[in-house]
T-cell receptor, first 114, second 113 residues
Framework: AQSVAQPEDQVNVAEGNPLTVKCTYSVSGNPYLFWYVQYPNRGLQFLLKYITGDNLVKGSYGFEAEFNKSQTSFHLKKPSALVSDSALYFCAVKSSSNTGKLIFGQGTTLQVKP | ETGVTQTPRHLVMGMTNKKSLKCEQHLGHNAMYWYKQSAKKPLELMFVYNFKEQTENNSVPSRFSPECPNSSHLFLHLHTLQPEDSALYLC????????????FGSGTRLTVV
């Protein structure tokens, strides 16, 4: 069965520091991986995705993520956090071997303090 | 705007009321989804439609009734809801096929009183 784990309910960082939001996955077949961000009372907004190719993927708002096949991870990173990055972040995965349904992690709240 | 529009943005309804949520997309996507997002709970996939046909119903109570008249529109009809049904209801759409993500609407904040 496919699954996504975001092991941290909340991540706290100081503004200007680097941030990492962790994600690990389990799929049969090749994974297609996504990150979304959700601001209060809004829908999920697409940040970036990994389909194939370079393991380091760059996305919106200065975020990037690194696909690590051996560790089955797709951690979200940003070199310098902003207070405005504070939001709820979701990792999601599809498998090349199923119907294409997106499986979401439980979400990680990122709190960036001034 | 993401291209997926949900109306209304906020809805307060009594337990005996009947109301409907609407979702509309003109992105040319063939798949549409309803999600429920409750406080401090994971996203719950409720229904999936592909090419107007329902392909998934995740044991959703019958007081929630989806309708997909065409690939651009999706409705969620509500009747005799319970207070625990209060949540943010999110609609999403996607192209058919594996490597595509979903585009979400802004959601309808539902409060059942």
């Amino acid at each position: 069965a496919q699954s996504v784990a975001q092991p941290e309910d909340q991540v706290n960082v100081a503004e200007g520091n680097p941030l990492t939001v962790k994600c690990t996955y389990s799929v049969s077949g090749n994974p297609y991986l996504f990150w979304y961000v959700q601001y209060p009372n809004r829908g999920l907004q697409f940040l970036l995705k990994y389909i194939t190719g370079d393991n380091l993927v760059k996305g919106s708002y200065g975020f990037e993520a690194e696909f690590n096949k051996s560790q089955t991870s797709f951690h979200l990173k940003k070199p310098s956090a902003l207070v405005s990055d504070s939001a709820l972040y979701f990792c999601a995965v599809k498998s090349s071997s199923n119907t294409g349904k997106l499986i979401f992690g439980q979400g990680t709240t990122l709190q960036v303090k001034p | 705007e993401t291209g997926v529009t949900q109306t209304p943005r906020h809805l307060v309804m009594g337990m005996t009321n009947k109301k409907s949520l609407k979702c509309e997309q003109h992105l040319g996507h063939n798949a549409m989804y309803w999600y429920k997002q409750s406080a401090k709970k994971p996203l719950e996939l409720m229904f999936v439609y592909n090419f107007k046909e329902q392909t998934e119903n995740n044991s959703v109570p019958s007081r929630f009734s989806p309708e997909c008249p065409n690939s651009s529109h999706l409705f969620l009809h509500l009747h005799t809801l319970q207070p625990e049904d209060s949540a943010l209801y999110l609609c999403a759409s996607s192209p058919s096929g594996i490597p595509y993500g979903y585009t979400f609407g802004s959601g309808t904040r539902l409060t059942v009183v």
